[in-house]
T-cell receptor, first 111, second 120 residues
Framework: DAKTTQPPSMDCAEGRAANLPCNHS???????VYWYRQIHSQGPQYIIH???NNETNEMASLIITEDRKSSTLILPHATLRDTAVYYC????????????FGTGTRLQVTL | GAGVSQSPRYKVAKRGQDVALRCDPI?????LFWYQQALGQGPEFLTY????????KSGLPSDRFFAERPEGSVSTLKIQRTQQEDSAVYLC??????????????????FGAGSRLTVL
């Protein structure tokens, strides 16, 4: 699975959009981009995933660049409950590979 | 149940003791994973089951770690002769489908809250 690079921490004001970047320059054609988050003292929670098209669900939007070498997770209206560590993971489909977590981005949402 | 259930939530063991951590996955979920998460780090893969078959145990750090899922549902992670470096949160995750499927939704894992092990 390709490696990912994320900033270690970010701040966002409550009510504003949080844009979390992820670089995955070595991603290959059959690899998906997954985002999970982990709120303190809980297990990781699935947010969204995509291959090459932008994706949106009730939690977030995922924007993947045309060359697929980077992506951005967007939380459109961040709340204090969105304070968490956000993990960007690249994983191949068609294999029995596991999710490989990095150290993620610690997002702090403030008043 | 509605989610992945893990027990105990907290376990304190003296060095050298054996511990057993239990995972009750979502009913009907075929795939089950164990992860270890040290303080301030991301989760690290330990092992993977497809039903009762342990297909990948490449992440188990030593032969003191053993996992089983005898009937393809509940799983137990056992750590023998615990050491201080075993102190961590142990996370269990389950997934509806067999890993490796071509459907894009096949790789969504649901995690439990974890079992925090402290070895004194």
């Amino acid at each position: 699975d390709a490696k990912t690079t994320q900033p270690p921490s970010m701040d966002c004001a409550e009510g504003r959009a949080a844009n979390l970047p992820c670089n995955h320059s070595t991603i290959s054609g059959n690899e998906y981009v997954y985002w999970y988050r982990q709120i303190h003292s809980q297990g990781p929670q699935y947010i969204i995933h995509g291959l090459k098209n932008n994706e949106t669900n009730e939690m977030a939007s995922l924007i993947i660049t045309e060359d697929r070498k980077s992506s951005t997770l967007i939380l459109p209206h961040a709340t204090l409950r969105d304070t968490a560590v956000y993990y960007c993971i690249v994983r191949a489909t068609g294999t029995a590979s596991k999710l490989t977590f990095g150290t993620g981005t610690r997002l702090q949402v403030t008043l | 149940g509605a989610g992945v259930s893990q027990s105990p939530r907290y376990k304190v063991a003296k060095r050298g003791q054996d511990v057993a951590l239990r995972c009750d996955p979502i009913s009907g979920h075929v795939s089950l994973f164990w992860y270890q998460q040290a303080l301030g780090q991301g989760p690290e893969f330990l092992t993977y089951f497809q039903n009762e078959a342990q297909l990948d145990k490449s992440g188990l750090p030593s032969d003191r770690f053993f996992a089983e899922r005898p009937e393809g549902s509940v799983s137990t992670l056992k750590i023998q002769r615990t050491q201080q470096e075993d102190s961590a949160v142990y996370l269990c995750a389950s997934s509806l489908r067999v890993q490796g499927g071509l459907a894009s939704g096949a790789n969504v894992l649901t995690f439990g809250a974890g079992s925090r092990l402290t070895v004194l």
